[in-house]
């Protein structure tokens, strides 16, 4: 005779016991598959007496509605609580940094165009941007560099046809302001972007820039430019600095100074950086020769005028303590980002 008390107590027990869903179905299917115990019972119900077949069926009855509430019950448990591990697992830390969007930033080589632009306007120059591609006439022959002239050696230069070439120097944006202005009064800056075939090195590139400075007008004194420089290196390089002007020669001024700044580095008593001299040779600068002013269609004895030429490059790299100039151009994110004035 079956015992029904002892098997529900043990189905119970087992019941309770499981932990997964997977060890449940196999319960299930012990119990309430088609060939798991309690069909079995129903089997055994041919060999029960006659008087007890009515009793007996409603007992395995009883069983298998208990057996599957059973079931039921524990599935619904376990099932949530899959539930809620899960949710557990994927909750989002809120208290993680969240990752920033990059942005771009400028180059230093503008920072420092638009820093020099910045102290110019503010002495009262107008700012004129020139073509990249000029004629002969205005990168050599109006700067006094005639065809033979050997000044046009160290600029030869990325010719496109016999007339036309990629500016050498910013000095042709001179030439076009003085024939365009003729016979007023300019002040103005140039910046921009200038070509020469050049082996490029640590310092040498056939690209960089330059800003040119040109004043015209009825009486200008050399004292004036060196004014102008003296504010330009103070505001560039510390207010400590002093600067000397050296007997040069360029083509287009007469006389031509070569303009050295104190060293920013060592205050003047010599470095590496100054090469142990103390002064740092910035920029090229001198009167506006009047031939060239008579070229462009002035009259030398009513006007005169200065005119500066300054390599952006050298300035980024003395201020900014920058080793090679081809860093500027070789797009290193972390280079650039070093100057970032965004954040
Ligand atoms: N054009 C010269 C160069 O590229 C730089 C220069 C020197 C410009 C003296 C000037 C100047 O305006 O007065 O080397």
């Known amino acids: 005779m079956v015992n029904f008390d002892e098997l529900r107590a043990q189905i119970a027990q087992e019941f309770k016991e499981v932990e997964t869903l997977d060890v449940l179905n196999e319960l299930r299917i012990q119990y309430l598959g088609k060939k798991g115990k309690i069909a079995d019972l129903m089997k055994q119900m041919k060999d029960v007496a006659k008087e007890e077949k009515r009793e007996f069926g409603q007992a395995v009855n009883q069983l298998k509605a208990e057996t599957s509430a059973l079931l039921e019950e524990k599935k619904k448990e376990l099932e949530a609580k899959a539930l809620e591990e899960k949710l557990a697992s994927e909750t989002i830390d809120l208290t993680l940094p969240g990752r920033k969007p990059s942005h771009g930033n400028l180059n230093p080589l503008h920072l420092i165009e638009q820093e020099l632009e910045d102290l110019f306007i503010g002495l009262g120059y107008q700012v004129i941007e020139g073509d990249e591609v000029v004629d002969d006439l205005y990168c050599f022959e109006r700067a006094n560099i005639p065809k033979d002239h050997p000044a046009r050696d160290m600029q030869d230069s ?3 046809d016999p007339a036309h070439l990629l500016r050498t120097h910013t000095t042709a944006i001179q030439m076009k302001v003085l024939e365009e202005q003729a016979p007023n009064p300019i002040k103005v800056v140039c910046p921009g972007k200038v070509y020469r075939r050049d082996d490029d090195d640590a310092t040498h590139s056939h690209q960089f820039m330059q800003m040119e400075g040109l004043v015209i007008g009825p009486h200008v004194p050399l004292s004036d430019l060196k004014g102008t420089l003296e504010f330009f290196a103070r505001k560039m390089f510390g207010q400590e600095r002093e600067i000397r002007f050296r007997p040069s020669f360029f083509p287009f001024t007469e006389p031509s100074v070569e303009v050295d700044v104190s060293c920013h580095m060592c205050g003047g008593k010599g470095c590496s950086t100054c090469k142990g001299t103390g002064w740092i040779e910035i920029l090229g600068a001198g009167e506006v ?55």
């Open 158 to 160: 990325l010719y496109l």
């Open 289 to 343: 020769n009047p031939k060239v002013l008579e070229m462009a269609g002035y009259d030398p004895n009513k006007v005169n005028g200065f005119a500066f030429g300054i390599g952006i490059e050298r300035v980024a790299m003395l201020k900014y303590g920058i080793d090679d100039i081809r860093h500027f151009y070789t797009n290193d994110k972390r280079f650039n980002e070093t100057f970032d004035r965004m954040d």
